[in-house]
């Protein structure tokens, strides 16, 4: 199974500033048939189901706020808040779909600092 | 608008059954592979099944294979998980989930649309 890992588990960002999370695969998400990174991230407000932010690494999904963005390749990965919001208070996963059994990484939780 | 909406939930016995069942409106249902996707309580994510668009082929956690068992009905726009053999470690929410992106097992494609989610608890 591929193994992802997320750093740190948790962080403290104040209003407006900037909020990086970091994601580790034990293999490569490349598939290099057509250059893409088989990683997703996800927003998870407490009780409330997760949210689709990005796919293939970097692609926001449909409504998703600008501030949201990823960035990486093969296996390091990070998602960026440019500009924390209130509203951003959550859990962040990242997931990859490169092979079953999909797996998702141990989640970071983002607080007001 | 998708929609998915799960229920079946409940409290079981070690060793018991329960059957999950969800619903979906607001797009093509056979047009998209389906997963199951479950959290234990205050836990993250875990994976647990997919089912192709058409129903013929499916795939498992290693940690549920043999005991649930997955399956759709296109007619009626419902995904089912059948749980049997429980054990604690399955207490968890169970999210129906839509593929994002295939109508087969062999693609591989994010999760785009969750349910609310259906509590399961084994416990005596």
């Known amino acids: 199974d591929i193994v992802m890992t997320q750093s740190p588990d948790s962080l403290a960002v104040s209003l407006g500033e900037r909020a990086t999370i970091n994601c580790k695969s034990s293999q490569s998400l490349l598939y290099t048939s057509n250059k893409k990174n088989y990683l997703a991230w996800y927003q998870q407000k407490p009780g409330q189901p997760p949210k689709l932010l990005i796919y293939?690494?970097?692609t926001r999904e449909s409504g998703v706020p600008d501030r949201f963005s990823g960035s990486g390749s093969g296996t390091d990965f990070t998602l960026t808040i440019s500009s924390l919001q209130a509203e951003d208070v959550a859990v962040y996963y990242c997931?990859?779909?490169?092979?079953?059994?999909?797996?998702f990484g141990q989640g970071t939780k983002v607080a007001i600092k | 608008e998708v929609q998915l909406v799960e229920s079946g939930g409940g409290v079981v016995q070690p060793g018991g059954s329960l059957r999950l069942s969800c619903g979906s409106s607001?797009?093509?249902?056979?047009?998209?592979?389906m997963h199951w996707v479950r959290q234990a309580p205050g836990k993250g994510l875990e994976w647990v099944s997919i089912?192709?668009?058409?129903?013929?082929?499916?795939n498992s956690a290693d940690s549920v294979k043999g005991r649930f068992t997955i399956a759709r009905d296109n007619s009626k726009n419902s995904l089912y998980l059948h749980m049997t053999s429980l054990k604690s470690e399955d207490t968890a929410l169970y999210y129906c989930?839509?593929?994002?992106?295939?109508?087969?097992?062999?693609?591989?494609?994010?999760?785009?649309?969750w349910g609310q989610g259906t509590l399961v608890t084994v416990s005596s």
């Open positions: 997931q990859q779909y490169y092979g079953n059994p999909r797996t």
């Open positions: 089912i192709s668009g058409d129903g013929d082929t499916t």
């Open positions: 607001g797009f093509t249902f056979p047009d998209y592979a």
């Open positions: 293939w690494a970097s």
């Open positions: 989930v839509r593929d994002g992106r295939c109508s087969s097992v062999t693609c591989f494609g994010w999760f785009d649309s």
